[in-house]
């Protein structure tokens, strides 16, 4: 939600702040900009749209400046238009600022600051902040720093903000709450971004800035300080990252690219924890908290989006498999709601960024009252990663296409390997089951393979449905978050209106929209409920709605009553999700794809959602 990238050092800024912008587009592409100082002198640049315009914009005009900043951005105060893209410029001038993150009590600020006779040229909290910065430092004749830290005292809300000014040829003053920024080392310069993707190419040398931190960063020198002034060690994390895994690699889209990798992503999740043959399961961060896992009255689950559909899946696979009754929660419902946690319950926090708003928040406050969180997350070093006090990384690698794909079977690999290992050490799942389990659990990266051979059928259900307005996504058991993953990435990706429901369920509303015109997916892999879902196929051909149906391979009955059928391998029904999800992301690729649409940056959605 919003991407930031500065640098500071001997090297053309302009050609790094671009790059940087186009790796961080995922986070937001409403507009974009930049801004540059050179012979003090602040040169700012910004365009509504994609980070392409603000380029073409600037061909020719031989940028030359070896400092400077740049914002993509999700728009939360103000319409997307260049008034409202950052850089933001103060009063005087001589200041500019990006920022990402929502200042809440901008408003009596602004009050204040127009009472004093600043003029707004932007509908963003980011200007208010900014001249409220710039007011501090008249009033106070006190240095740049010394006026953000008192500014940033008075002030609610979220933000990562990087400041330059135009009497300084050197430094970018930085600080975060709430919103991640790294930071990169170089010999004589520094690199400053939302994520280390803009990074990676010049330096492997990291510190990840806390919150509550200004960073003060000029090309010889990094200093961090708390908002007390006091300065703190910065601490050098190496990446692991490799370029390639960042880039398209011969692929028309990332969404493509990341769906076609999930048979490696799955294996990297089950690699060195997943030992079949031998009937184990190894997980440090399981092993070191079992006792806790054990006795725990109770799990609850805190997710968002495409996070929290692994979430549902997981309270299915644990109550299952390890009897521990299970709560799963949207982030942004549980803080607010002041829910009850007991002692010895277990939040298992899901998040492919690490860094959505909702959930930070939400484990912040359920661990100010003493719960012990287990993180399931994707990127490394993040902020809930890092706020757990234990957990798994899911290890499907950078997800760039704004529809999570490989991250969602990422979690789904390893909360089923979690809900395996604590049923076994609990007794609740017997050995033979178990046993059985990792086995099936083995196979999955080449049952994957398999299904995404299929993709030139899946692309031709898709071109027959592209037209339809509505869908309706039903499955039951195991298979009902995968009915509402498969809704959520359809009206994602393509914009057309999509319901997931337990196909049981559908008789109690969503039967009155079926007519000839509304295709129905059904998940009906062979499972306890399939006999069932095949009455509800027929309920919903009684009423003429067209049936497209995921089966297991070897079902001679629902294709009969289909309209169309895409078959996966045959699996145990606790296993079957993680395949039967990979037709659905396909069928919303291609749709989105037969509609013309940007499937790697579907509108108004952000990949990393850093506001409440
Ligand atoms: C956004 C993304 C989704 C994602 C959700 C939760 O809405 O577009 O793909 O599922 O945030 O994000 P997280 O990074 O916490 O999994």
Known sequence: MCGIVGYTGKREAYPILLKGLKRLEYRGYDSSGIALQQDQHLQVYKKKGRVAELEELLLGKGLHAHIGIGHTRWATHGEPSDRNAHPHVSQSGKLAMIHNGIIENYAPIKQELVSKGYQFHSDTDTEVLLNFIEEIQT?????????????????????????????????????????????????????????????????????????????????????????????QTPYITRLDMELSAIEKGGYEHFMLKEIMEQPETVFDGLRGRLLAAEGKIIM?????????????????????????????????????????????????????????IHPGDVIIAISQSGETADTLVALESAK?????????????????????????????????????????????????????????AKGTLAEADYLNLLLELEQVPEKIREILSQSAHIQQVANKYKDATDFLFLGRGYNFPIALEGALKLKEISYIHAEGYPAAEMKHGPIALVDENLPVL??????????????????????????????????????????DVITIPEAHEAIAPILSVIPLQLLSYYTGLAKGYDVDKPRNLAKSVTVE
């Not at 809930?384 to 490989?406: C, F, M, N, Q, W």
């Open 368 to 424: 100010a009252q003493g719960a012990f969180i287990f993180g399931v997350v994707n990127a490394v070093g993040s902020s809930i990663a890092r706020l757990s006090d234990a957990g798994a990384y899911t290890h499907a690698g950078p997800e760039i296409g704004v529809a999570s794909t490989k991250a969602f079977t990422g979690q789904v690999a390893v909360l089923t390997l979690m809900a395996l290992k604590i049923g076994y």
């Open 284 to 340: 440090s961060g399981i092993e070191q908290h079992l006792p806790a896992f054990l006795s725990a009255p109770r799990i609850i689950i805190v997710a968002c989006g495409t996070s929290w559909h692994a979430g549902l899946l997981a309270e299915y696979l644990i109550e299952t498999f390890a009897r521990i009754p299970v709560e799963v929660e949207y982030a942004s419902e549980f803080r607010y709601r002041n829910p009850v």
């Open 139 to 231: 009033q106070n004749a006190c240095s740049l720093e010394e006026a953000l830290r008192i500014a940033l005292k008075r002030v609610v809300g979220a933000y990562c903000i990087l400041l330059i000014a135009s009497d300084d040829p050197e430094t970018i003053i930085a600080a975060r709450k709430g919103s991640p920024l790294v930071i990169g080392i170089g010999k004589g310069e520094h690199f400053l971004a939302s994520d280390a993707s803009p990074i990676i190419e010049y330096t492997r040398e990291v510190v990840y800035v806390n919150d509550y931190e200004i960073a003060i960063v000029k090309p010889d020198e990094l200093i961090l300080k708390n908002l007390g002034n006091e300065k």
């Open 522 to 563: 059904f998940v009906a892999t062979r499972d306890l409920y399939y006999d069932k879902v095949v009455s509800n196929v027929q309920e919903i051909k009684a009423r003429k709605g067209k049936v497209i149906a995921i089966i297991t391979k070897g079902d001679t009955i629902l294709p009969e009553m289909a309209n």
